[in-house]
């Protein structure tokens, strides 16, 4: 299935460092999520987008800064992470919001944060 | 309190045998959407099955089908013949309301399945 891509799929970065993660989505949807996977709990919703627009930032740190310029992209800019930040990062999308909508992920980057 | 309960952190079934993995959920929305996802080792979210609050009929998708009692507020995923290749973690999902307030999706912690041969 490759209806919805990560790039990379694992990542190692510094505190210090400036790194950017890269979802794209070939189903026509137009709502698009971010996820937080860390070892022992269960994912964590980040940010949703419907249409381009911000819909939802489930208090997550300013060090996390997304972007989607468009309905078939959307960008995760990390800077100054911490090493709890480590985790898998996964994309979503669904073709609109709302409760029955399916969302399809991504195979997900592996962040590592030294 | 948790919204998505998953009390089997892990499972160990022979190949071939049928499975039931349990999820309870909490919500006081009428409109709510479950599903259920399989992660391989290599990461990925595998979407199996979805049951809506309003759907009479219990999902099936194959092998997979969905044990929708909403008095108990239980939606658990069986999984008939099981093969190797189930192997894996499966998480239950739900999606509160019809285009209001959040979103996303909340998921339970999960259940480590693995089939034996």
């Known amino acids: 299935e490759t209806g919805v891509t990560q790039t990379p799929r694992h990542l190692v970065m510094g505190m210090t460092n400036k790194k950017s993660l890269k979802c794209e989505q070939h189903l026509g949807h137009n709502a698009m999520y971010w996820y937080k996977q860390s070892a022992k709990k269960p994912l964590e919703l980040m940010f949703v987008y419907n249409f381009k627009e911000q819909t939802e930032n489930n208090s997550v740190p300013s060090r996390f800064s997304p972007e989607c310029p468009n309905s078939s992209h959307l960008f995760l800019h990390l800077h100054t992470l911490q090493p709890e930040d480590s985790a898998l990062y996964l994309c979503?999308?669904?073709?609109?919001?709302?409760?029955?909508?399916?969302?399809?992920f991504g195979p997900g980057t592996r962040l590592l944060v030294l | 309190a948790q919204k998505i309960t998953q009390t089997q952190p892990g499972m160990f079934v022979q190949e071939k045998e049928a499975v039931t993995l349990d999820c309870t959920y909490d919500t006081s929305d009428q409109s709510y959407g479950l599903f259920w996802y399989k992660q391989p080792s290599s990461g990925e979210m595998i979407f199996l099955i979805y049951q809506g609050s309003y759907d009479e009929q219990n999902a099936t998708e194959g092998r997979y089908s969905l044990n929708f009692q909403k008095a108990r507020k239980s939606a658990n995923l069986v999984i008939s013949a099981s093969q190797l290749g189930d192997s894996a973690m499966y998480f239950c999902a739900m999606r509160e309301g019809w285009g209001g307030g959040a979103d996303g999706l909340t998921f339970g912690k999960g259940t480590h399945l693995i089939i034996q041969p």
């Open positions: 979503a999308s669904s073709q609109e919001k709302g409760a029955g909508e399916t969302q399809y």
